[in-house]
């Protein structure tokens, strides 16, 4: 059940000074590190159950490098983070699951936290949640407009093997303390959903792995939203170095909120396998609307065949033009792609990828925008196993 929780130090935005500042440590039950600057990156690290911080300018996160920063601890919760989205807010967010309690959480944490922090929300789910994203911030409506802002609204791809079609999108209100609707059903047609994202015009964008496809659909409209309820704030002392645990201690969580019957939706249009894919695991979108698949490809494909992993890159929808091909694929040895997990794109079209080498260790792999063909990527390397990533707008 999601919480919301009244902290008055949330209200950055408005108080320049905290935002220029760099030692907010010391505020309680939240450790706030540097003003980070936009493009900044953020990356689960599934095993350690922590979440690395690669702020650019840094020396620790210069091509090659480490992480600067990290989340984790026993006080964040984190126990198999998975998926990163940040909201309006710049707050990030985190699709959490213990492969070994089956138990699924969705976790918010202030924006710029670092080091072992509390969140500000958290949420068990019921199944099994990977993907997630938000609705960017679209223009606004003028002064004189008596039309109000759309809601936030955030997507997280959940698999709950208790329900009758367990392959489903969760769909929350910003706020709100549970989801409001989801899209599941026969005509989806989804077989474990992996990777989301949302467009401006309020279309939701889902890797259908299993189903070898990625498929666009319309949001549902959400008819009220739900507020939050508030709850008291622990106040646990807070630790500026953060100590990820594999084993964080454990803390009472609410039940998982019943979800509102299942919008039972065919998608507006499909990317299959014969416009070139294979295993579709992750999806983006760059400023232009292009879609950007990561593809792990046919196991066992070596670099140099066509089943081997790829990035595929697909115009925007045109019902005049039907898909045939990517316009742009990335794939062969020289890409080091072994098995993507995710993919994201910073607003200047620098492509991001969470991968893992042949040895096992996690890294993220970068290519220049326009990257096309058989091309070296510069990387970021990882603690621990990468799953997600997450760029600050």
Known sequence: ????????FLLLATTAAIVACSNLGMTTGVNVGPNFPSKTLYATNTNQNAISVYSNG??????????????GGANTTLDGPQYVAFDRRQNLWVTNYD???QKALLIEFAALATGNVDPLNSAVLPGRPRGIAFTPRGPSPLPSSS????????????VDSTDVYPSRILLFVSGATSPYQSIGGPKPGLKLPGGIAIDRSGHVYVANIQGATVEQFALPTPTASPKPTPTPKPTPTPKPTPTPSSTPSASPSPSPSPTASPVNISPRFTITAKNGMITPIGVALDSSGNIYIVDQGRRGASCSSSG???ILVFPPYNKRIPYTKPIREIQGCKTSLNQPTDIKLNSAGVTYVADSTPGGKGVIYIFPAGANGNVAPTNYTSPGAVTG????P
């Open 1 to 8: 059940m999601l919480s919301k929780l009244t902290v008055g």
């Open 58 to 71: 840094t020396a620790e996160s210069k091509l090659g490098g480490g992480p600067a920063y990290e989340i």
């Open 99 to 101: 492969f070994s309690t």
């Open 147 to 158: 039309v109000p802002p759309a809601p936030a609204i955030m997507a997280v791809a959940d």
């Open 308 to 310: 081997a992993p790829a």
């Open 389 to 392: 990533i997450g760029i600050i």
